[in-house]
């Protein structure tokens, strides 16, 4: 059988998860992504969507072998962690990677920091799975597997971000958030990660209009999206971390507008899954 990797959003919405009916139809979790390269699990983010991410993987049997990769610790992006039903699994493995940390915090510190009184009630030695952390130099490529290669990339976010480009079975998925732009001067990193990419997943939280009043709250437009994935030359456009107060009708609008502008773009949904 050919290799199959698969894409399964669980939370799309950046900054602060946002349930209610305005919201329904595209999902109000804060961002984690699933990928499944055929039996290894690859998670991206561990925000409120992670909750019913690890349910289901516990349901299935799931994730024995798991590596969940940070883009970076802002809250939106690590508030799920403590909710995430395998890492209480004491027969799974689970390695946690960031790359904006060095040199001066690490992951395990801020997840420990997350976990600790008076946020949380008890500390990340609750887990027992049996859990690492590992930081790494952003540009640096992992090797999770033989068959996973995880190419990687610093991003325009405050405090940083990491950007990946999780390759398999000749396949390749970019994850581009969170991330602004400079208008007229293309992310080279960006572009790198995106070039030929099966599925870009992009940081599309604000319309250009928007984006003029925040350049630096760390966060790009679909216009910049469907810009990069045509120089990179990648195939679908996936616009992500949705404004937490975008409805779904607007949502409705903006892919209505980017598809077409770029055909097959479309913006991520909660309990959506493509597959390569
Ligand atoms: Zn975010
Ligand atoms: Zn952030």
């Known amino acids: 059988m050919s290799p199959q990797i698969s894409v399964t959003f669980w939370g799309v919405r950046g900054s602060i998860a946002s349930p209610g009916p305005s919201t329904q139809r595209y999902g109000g979790n ?12 690859v998670v991206i983010d561990a925000g409120t969507g992670i909750r019913p991410l690890g349910v289901k993987l516990a349901q299935q049997g799931k994730g024995k072998n798991l590596d969940l990769l940070f883009t970076h610790t802002h809250m939106d992006h690590l508030v799920g962690l403590p909710f995430f039903a395998p890492a209480y699994n004491p027969q799974n493995t689970i390695r946690f990677w960031a790359g904006h940390l060095l040199p001066e915090r690490s992951l395990e510190g801020a997840c420990r920091h997350l976990m600790s009184d008076p946020l949380f009630p ?3 030695d609750v887990f027992q ?3 690492s952390f590992i930081d790494f130099d952003e540009n640096s490529t992992i090797s999770l597997t033989p068959e996973i290669t995880v190419k990687t990339a610093p991003l325009d976010h405050p405090g940083r971000a990491t950007g990946y480009r999780i390759e398999y ?10 991330t602004a732009h400079v208008p007229d001067a293309p992310n080279n990193n960006a572009l790198k990660l995106m070039h030929d990419a099966d599925i870009v997943i992009y940081d599309a939280m604000f319309t250009e209009e928007e984006f003029k009043d925040r350049p630096d709250w760390g966060h790009s437009t679909w ?6 994935a045509n120089m990179a030359s990648a195939k679908q456009l996936v616009l992500f971390h949705h ?8 949502m409705d609008k903006i892919v209505s507008e980017a598809s077409k502008r770029r ?9 959506e899954t493509l597959t390569l």
Do not use: M, N, W
């Open 243 to 250: 404004d937490p107060s975008r409805t779904d009708e607007e």
């Open 169 to 178: 079975g000749g396949k390749s998925i970019a994850v581009v958030t969170d």
């Open 122 to 124: 008890v500390p990340p």
């Open 223 to 228: 216009e910049e999206g469907i810009k990069l």
């Open 30 to 41: 804060t961002p984690c992504i699933e990928i499944q390269c055929d039996d290894h699990t």
């Open 129 to 131: 799975a049996k859990v």
């Open 263 to 271: 055909p097959g773009t479309i913006a991520a949904r909660e309990g």
